[in-house]
């Protein structure tokens, strides 16, 4: 079963927000996509800050003047089998993002909502398979 893994945000000042998310939040910069996104990390979730003006430039087939929210992801243990079930069950195939063969590839979907989201099988910097492993170890 899939691992909700992945948030991506869009906005008009990217150091500014990214600024925000490391100081309210203590969130550490994982990897930067020169002036179009950085991804943010609490140790377990990847939260993507995208430029408005890289996602909403012409062309982009997710331009959609949306800031906020604009996708969600979910780390899977087989593309091809998740693919078909999200199918099966009513998701329409959007379009694929990244390197097949690298981290942050995905494969975008509409939900039967139109809400965007995607699934990865090698998942997104910063973003831990395992929620658990990013624990505190217990002191006895």
Not at 19 to 45: P, S
Not at 109 to 129: H, M, Q, R, T, V
Request: hydrophobic share 40%; glycine share 10%.
């Amino acid at each position: 079963m899939g691992k909700l893994r992945h948030l991506a945000i869009v906005v008009k000042d990217l150091e500014a927000s990214c600024r925000f998310y490391e100081k309210c939040f203590d969130m550490k910069r994982a990897f930067q996509a020169g002036q179009h996104a950085v991804y943010l990390t609490d140790g377990v979730m990847n939260l993507a800050v995208l430029a408005y003006d890289s996602v909403n430039r012409p062309g982009s087939p997710t331009a959609d003047g949306r800031l906020g929210i604009h996708h969600f992801g979910f780390l899977v243990d087989d593309l091809k089998k998740s693919q078909a079930l999200v199918e099966a069950s009513g998701a329409q195939y959007a379009m694929d993002f990244g390197d097949p063969n690298g981290m942050n590839f995905e494969r975008k979907f509409l939900d039967p909502e139109g809400n965007l989201f995607d699934i990865s099988e090698k998942g997104w910097y910063g973003a831990l398979a395992d929620a658990a492993a990013a624990k505190e170890p217990e002191t006895v």
